[in-house]
């Protein structure tokens, strides 16, 4: 496995003893992080919050290869939330910029490593330009077989559960059958996530304490790493450090065994 890194791994780097630290067997096999503080790195060097913005962009491509060449099963990052609209336009006009300029620069790259792309979110909000963007990205990588990368688009965990529950009621509505037969797995199968693995783990930068309507169905029990580093600082070693603390933690689900996570 580390002969993935042996290009970009350097003999005696924090890279390489973190790598030899992984458990190759217990990798989490869904990531998801919460991008945070890209505002505050940019206020601590005096620049506008956008600045921050496009300095993180740096960050997602470093995780996105570090996701691939891990070989982890999905990596979900949250890019804009249902409350970001709340946020000066022009700030929302130069995210959604830069989404389109990392989709078109990046492509290649991410068909290249087998990655599949996808959007979870109400993506309908958003304009043409980024839809069309996101579409050529989805369409080029459907048949990719490695890592699904997910970008959180206009979501919202309590959004996504009631349009969860809404689709798998109006199924029971077609079937004929009470609501009251409404389970877990019957919602679990509508979530924008239905595709993905379970959720092992959930990163936050920037060091808030708090889950900001993200995946909250999915976080049950996901393991939680958050990290003072801000997201336009976050890079490979900030990536294998969370997934060394992750392999360290005793899950246990409610049970009183260890559960050691099957890949
Ligand atoms: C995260 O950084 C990026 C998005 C929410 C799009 P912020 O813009 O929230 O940065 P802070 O939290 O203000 O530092
Ligand atoms: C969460 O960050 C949303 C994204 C990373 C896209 P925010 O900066 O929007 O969250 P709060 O406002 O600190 O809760
Ligand atoms: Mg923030």
Known sequence: MLKDFADVAETG??????????????????????????????AQRAQPRIAGHRA????????????????????????FSTENWKRPRYEVDALMRMLRKYLRLELDEIDRQNIRF???????????GVRDEIARASERTASNSGMILSVALNYGGRAEIVDACRAALRKLQAEGKSIDELNEQQIDRELYTRNLPELD???????????????????AYAEIYVTETLWPDFRRVQLLQAIVDYQQRSRR???????????
């Open 201 to 219: 783990l959930l990163v936050r930068t920037s060091g808030e304490l708090r889950i900001s309507n993200f995946l909250l169905w999915q976080i």
């Open 253 to 263: 689900f409610g049970g009183l065994k260890l559960v050691v996570n099957a890949k």
């Open 56 to 79: 993180g962009v740096e960050a997602v491509r470093s995780a996105v290869d570090t996701g691939a060449r891990l070989g982890l099963g999905a990596l979900t990052l949250y890019a």
């Open 118 to 128: 996808q959007t979870i979110g109400r993506i309908e909000k958003l304009a043409t």
């Open 13 to 42: 780097s924090r890279d390489q003893k973190l790598l030899a630290a992984i458990d190759w067997e217990r990798l989490p096999r869904h990531v998801a992080i919460i991008m945070d503080g890209n505002g505050r790195w940019a």
